[in-house]
């Protein structure tokens, strides 16, 4: 009776030792939690900043593009309130925000009203908080109010120089001959005509092969 106690008081062996370790293993690697979000839009995509309660490796957390619109992040390990998470602020850029917490994992879905091409997770300062940097697709790039306000402005001078490119010819070409009808009548440095009609020539010739016609 005694060696039978002994036995059952022993160090366990085989299956029962493999179950305990997969259990402590399980406790161990899921004391991290995250104890809130944030977003910050930018013109080209999306920051999305993760703060959990203990330091966090970027390799714990996977992301993708699902074709229904909605991009997700998947935390392994990580604990959370789906409720207090659901109350975060978004930004006008996200649709709709869903956090999911199951036993072991937590995943955080974002319908954004762009479609994100890239992705990158990275550490900060803060050894508790990873950045998620979500990238929209450059096709959609040129949509961006950014880049479509330069690109007016941009045709809007092209439109004007085009306006302005005979006169500048013109003038040029008679500041020049003013100038060179003027040479020898006086010093070279007092013929300011001829300075300025070459100046105005040359920098109305680069403009013009700058701005196609």
Same mark, same amino acid.
């Given at each position: ?17 493999? #179950? ?16 809130? @979000? ?8 999306? #920051?999305? =900043?993760? =703060? ?26 990580? =604990? ?17 925000? !869903?956090?999911?917490?199951?036993? +072991?994992?937590?995943?955080?879905? @974002?319908?954004?009203? !762009? ?6 997770? @990275?550490?900060?300062? *803060? ?15 040129? *949509?961006?109010?950014?880049?479509? +306000? ?28 003013? +100038?060179?009808?003027?040479? +020898? ?22 403009? *013009? ?5």
């Amino acid at each position: 009776m005694a060696r039978a106690e002994l036995q059952m008081v022993g160090p366990p062996t085989g299956p029962m030792l493999l #179950i305990i370790l997969i259990g402590v293993c399980t406790l161990s690697a899921g004391t991290n939690r995250l104890a809130g @979000i944030g977003f910050d839009p930018k013109q080209n995509g999306l #920051i999305v =900043e993760l =703060e959990f309660e203990a330091p966090m490796s970027p390799d714990s957390i996977s992301a993708w593009q699902a074709g229904s619109g909605w991009f997700y992040f998947t935390l392994y390990n990580v =604990e959370a309130d789906s409720a207090e998470l659901s109350g975060t602020r978004v930004p006008r850029e996200i649709v709709s925000f !869903q956090p999911i917490v199951s036993t +072991g994992s937590t995943q955080l879905g @974002i319908r954004l009203r !762009q479609p994100i091409e890239q992705y990158d997770i @990275i550490g900060s300062d *803060d050894p508790g908080t990873l950045l998620a940097n979500l990238h929209y697709s450059t096709e959609r790039f040129a *949509d961006l109010p950014a880049v479509a +306000g330069y690109q007016q402005r941009e045709r809007e001078f092209s439109s004007l120089f085009a306006r302005a490119r005979s006169w500048l010819y013109v003038t040029g070409a008679g500041l020049t001959m003013t +100038g060179l009808m003027k040479t +020898g009548a006086g010093p070279a440095k007092d013929n300011w005509e001829l300075r300025t009609g070459i100046v105005t020539l040359v920098a109305t010739y680069i403009l *013009d092969k700058l701005w196609a016609r």
